[in-house]
């Protein structure tokens, strides 16, 4: 192991030291030392989660990354005698989404109190637990320790699957092999390494659990094969829109990157500022805007540029196929062939890398007509893999449903 990487070991056991002493100490006093971000008062503390009166009560958490968890709980509840919970530990980075349930994120992380009565009140109620991203699903309780929640879960009957997200599990140095476009190629080092060790480690415990694991991306299935793709639910109705694309020479183009690096908006937004300059498109960046203004934002866009560093396609696509939008993303051909393989349907986000985005960009300004095509099958699409119709039968079986 690497200096960096030892380091984050060691800075991880650090922590977790930090929380087993907190942890022996009355939560009336540690409630209110420490940090601001670790203060809590008892009005904060919510009460434990309540179960769905259905034969199968299923329970997502705790990460609800892009309203996602929410999304496949409402899912899970198109199948028969199936109610789902969805719940989120902290607010998201303040973005907001629909859940079911939440908890600060102090007193999860804190609150042993809190975290024993969710877990009893879980295992009391629920009979299936969907763990999102190697997370702890009961905070302190378990010292966030997500392999002894397992256990417990699984002592009182409870079915656990485990489902993973991105970089929870994808490992830098698989991925820059696989791509020249990868963001963990020629990246700092220490943040490489982060990285390497969390999902590493993550590995780790989904081989120790041995649980059903689900997948938000095909990609991800080089990273975990045996893995299930679970595909991206999204609410369509709400992103249709009927205003046209492209009915100007100078076509609008969004880029909404929830983590720029991740996404290589570096390697695309020198190209598409010159053409901006130029006058060629209209190009906006969006940063941390409320999810309630996207639809909107979409709809007064032609193009969506997705990601250029990945080789997948994720929410930001779905949501601008559902718009009728133009979505252009870096796409492996692995991602693809899942799909097709899967659906039956090819899937209508158009390719392009740092070295091909301006030339694409230039070609939709000169077949409009070809590109309306392209756009015009994105709603089909979404409607028949991302609508959670789907999503609910490839969780059937693991509800123990019929779908």
């Known amino acids: 192991m690497s200096m960096s990487g030892m380091s984050s070991m060691v800075a991880a056991r650090w922590r977790m030291a930090k929380r087993l002493v907190r942890s022996r100490m009355p939560e009336a006093i540690t409630s209110r030392i420490g940090p601001a971000t670790a203060r809590y008062r008892p009005q904060d503390v919510p009460a434990p989660v309540a179960a769905p009166a259905t034969d199968v ?3 997502v958490g705790p990460r609800n990354f892009a309203g996602q968890g929410d999304r496949w709980a409402r899912a899970a509840e198109r199948l028969p005698g199936v109610g789902a919970v969805s719940m989120i530990a902290g607010d998201n980075g303040g973005l907001d989404f629909p859940v079911d349930y939440g908890v600060p994120d102090a007193v999860y992380t804190n609150s042993r109190r809190w975290g024993i009565r969710q877990r009893d009140a879980v295992g009391a109620g629920f009979t299936h637990v969907m763990i999102e ?5 009961f905070g302190a309780a378990s010292d966030k320790v997500v392999a002894r929640e397992v256990e417990w879960l699984r002592a009182q009957g409870v079915q656990v699957a485990m489902l993973c997200h991105g970089t929870d599990i994808r490992l830098p140095d698989r991925h820059a092999q696989l791509d020249e476009w990868s963001p963990f190629r ?3 080092a220490d943040w490489v390494n982060r990285l390497q060790t969390r999902a590493s480690f993550n590995q780790q415990v989904l081989d120790r659990v041995a649980a059903p694991v689900f997948v938000s991306t095909p990609e991800m299935l080089l990273d975990r094969p045996g893995a299930q793709w679970l595909p ?11 205003t046209e694309i492209l009915t100007s020479d100078r076509p609008v183009v969004l880029h909404a990157p929830t983590n720029p690096l991740v996404k290589g908006t570096a390697l695309i937004e020198p190209i598409v500022q010159r053409l901006h300059e130029a006058r060629q498109i209209d190009y906006r960046r969006v940063v941390r805007v409320p999810s309630g203004e996207m639809p909107a934002l979409y709809a007064g866009a032609d193009v969506v540029l997705e990601q250029f560093a990945l080789g997948m396609y994720s929410v930001t696509s779905v949501e601008a196929m559902a718009a009728g939008r133009i979505a252009i993303a870096h796409v492996h051909d692995q991602v693809r062939d899942h799909v097709r393989e899967t659906t039956g349907l090819e899937l209508p986000v158009v390719e392009a890398t740092p070295d091909t985005l301006h030339d694409v960009l230039d070609d939709i300004r000169t077949r409009p007509e070809h590109y309306r095509e392209v756009a015009h099958r994105g709603p089909d699409f979404v409607r028949a893999v991302h609508d959670g119709a789907l999503s609910a039968r490839v969780l059937a079986p693991f509800l123990g449903v019929t779908a």
Do not use: N, Q
């Open 57 to 59: 009560r299923l329970l």
């Open 133 to 137: 991203a190697v997370s702890s699903m």
């Open 186 to 188: 020629d990246a700092p």
């Open 232 to 242: 991206i639910v999204v609410d369509i109705e709400r992103w249709v829109t009927s």
